[in-house]
């Protein structure tokens, strides 16, 4: 069975830096597609970035382009979202996910079978 394990939350202020990380048990990660989904209390969770299995290629929702960047770590096991220049806006629960989907429904939260338990994230002054 898949498990995942995130880390890395808190709460900082507007322009600082923060490292998610994602470790994975139960399978490799070249198996799967993984990826980071956030969510607000009055929002549906939203697409952050992903990585695919095939490749690495990483794909990232428009406004944390150019300040968040996933990555992995076969060896570790590991995936990581390194959030840089972050905004109020920015403030979330953050999941961590993995799956096989199809390039069209790779930013659908349906895509993906397994997830994590989710990290918080507060941006404030």
């Known amino acids: 069975q898949v498990h995942l394990v995130e880390s890395g939350g808190g709460w900082v202020q507007p322009g600082d830096s923060l490292r998610l990380s994602c470790v994975v048990s139960g399978s490799t990660l070249r198996d799967y597609d993984w990826c980071w989904f956030r969510q607000t209390p009055r929002e549906d969770r939203e697409f952050v970035a992903a990585i695919r299995r095939s490749g690495g290629h990483t794909y990232y929702e428009d406004s944390v382009k150019g300040r968040f960047t996933i990555s992995r770590d076969n060896a570790k096991s590991s995936v990581y979202l390194q959030m840089n220049n972050l905004k109020p806006d920015d403030t979330a629960v953050y999941f961590c996910?993995?799956?096989?989907?199809?390039?069209?429904?790779?930013?659908?939260?349906?895509?993906?079978?397994?997830w994590g338990q989710g990290t918080q994230v507060t941006v404030s002054p």
């Open positions: 996910a993995g799956g096989t989907p199809i390039l069209s429904t790779a930013r659908t939260s349906s895509a993906y079978a397994y």
